[in-house]
Structures are given as C-alpha cells and as structure tokens.
C-alpha cells in the first residue's frame, strides 16, 4: 500500500516535462568579427563619429582577447568653427583620428529573453583596453574600460552594444587626462 501512494505522489512530477535549452551563444575557441558604428565624447570642441572593427579570440567561454580599431572624422563644432572663422583662434585640443586598442574581455552573466515566439541569447560582458589615441597632433597613450551587451542573430550572427570609457594623455598647452565616453553599435558574425 505505501508503495502505490509512493507512486501516486511522485507520478505527476515524473510526467511534468522539464526542458532545458543548450546555450546557444557558444564563445570558447571562436573568433567574433564585428564592424559598425561610433561616437567619441570628449567634450573637446570636436564632434567625432567614427567606424569601429573589433576581433575577439575568445580562450574560454567567460575571457577572450580583443583587438579593437576605431577611425574618426573629426571636425569641430559650431561654436568652435565659428570662432576659428572670426578669430583665427583654434582649442588646444587634439582632433582624434583613430584609437587602436588591444585587451581582455570577460563575460559577466549569459542570459536569454523570450520576444513573442522567439528567443534572444545575450550575454553582458566588461573589458579593459590598453593601446594609443591617434590625433591631428601625435599619438597618445589610451586606456579604456568598457560595459555592453552581446546578442546572438542567426546562426552565426551578433549585434554588440558597447560604452566605453576612455582616457588619454595629450600635450595641449600643458600636458592633460582627456576623458571621454565612446558608445558603439555593431553587428558581426563567429567563426
């Protein structure tokens, strides 16, 4: 008898169905290519949108290695251009031309959000970078820490969102910490 109610208890948990979806967004011994857009914010009288490529060999499947390239077209602002026009005086500070960066990413957690009937895989990953800021002036030292968001598209594609911050060292009219923040949007594809 305690038997059949042993069995009559643990039947309705032993006919649930759990699924667990494998991981999808699978990083370790893949190399990610991406590609997209940028803005440098430095608050130094230019106004820098930029392209950005980005590789990432990734060792595990939380720690990868990056290299990352961003090139500028600089101009200054309005309100600058139009002292310059009226003056002739130009800022003290450098134009970017391009940022050539090499690091480490980390993957902090992986997650996934069902969308109507489909599911997106994401991880949010960190990562710090050390390299050179190129400007109309010299190249500087650069290092920066960044925060973003990684999302599986298709079987091989992703579209990453990326905020760094970023710091340099420029010879203005004293040598100075220029900081900035750099928000980026790409999409790639792993091999």
Same mark, same amino acid.
């Given at each position: *008898?305690?038997? $059949?109610?042993?069995?009559a208890?643990l039947? /309705?948990?032993a %006919? ?8 999808l $967004?699978?990083?370790?011994?893949? $190399? ?6 940028g803005w ?7 106004l820098?949108?930029?392209?950005? &490529? ?5 060792? !595990? ?5 990056? *290299?990352?390239?961003?090139f500028?077209?600089s101009?200054l ?12 005086? !130009?800022?003290?500070s450098?134009?970017p031309?391009?940022l ?5 990413r980390?993957?902090?957690t992986?997650?996934?959000?069902? &969308? ?7 991880d ?8 050179? $800021? ?6 500087? /030292?650069?290092?920066s820490?960044?925060i973003? %968001?990684?999302? !599986? ?9 990326d ?5 340099s ?8 910490l220029?900081?900035g923040?750099? /928000? *980026?949007l790409? %999409?790639?594809?792993w091999?």
């Amino acid at each position: *008898m305690r038997l $059949l109610l042993l069995l009559a208890a643990l039947a /309705p948990g032993a %006919l649930a169905q759990v699924r667990v979806e494998p991981r999808l $967004l699978v990083k370790e011994r893949h $190399l990610f290519l991406s590609g997209g857009f940028g803005w440098l914010e430095r608050n130094d009288a230019y106004l820098s949108p930029g392209g950005t &490529l980005s590789a990432v060999f990734y060792l !595990r499947e939380d720690d990868g290695v990056e *290299m990352r390239a961003a090139f500028f077209a600089s101009s200054l602002d309005g309100s600058a251009q139009r002292v310059v026009d009226r003056t002739g005086l !130009r800022p003290d500070s450098q134009s970017p031309q391009a940022l050539l960066l090499l690091g480490w990413r980390h993957s902090l957690t992986y997650g996934k959000v069902a &969308l109507g009937s489909s599911v997106v895989h994401f991880d949010v990953q960190s990562g710090l970078h050390v390299g050179t $800021l190129v400007t109309d002036q010299a190249a500087t /030292p650069a290092l920066s820490g960044s925060i973003g %968001l990684v999302a !599986r598209l298709g079987a091989r594609g992703y579209a990453q969102l990326d905020v760094a911050l970023l710091a340099s060292i420029e010879q203005r009219s004293t040598k100075v910490l220029a900081l900035g923040a750099l /928000p *980026m949007l790409s %999409l790639g594809w792993w091999l």
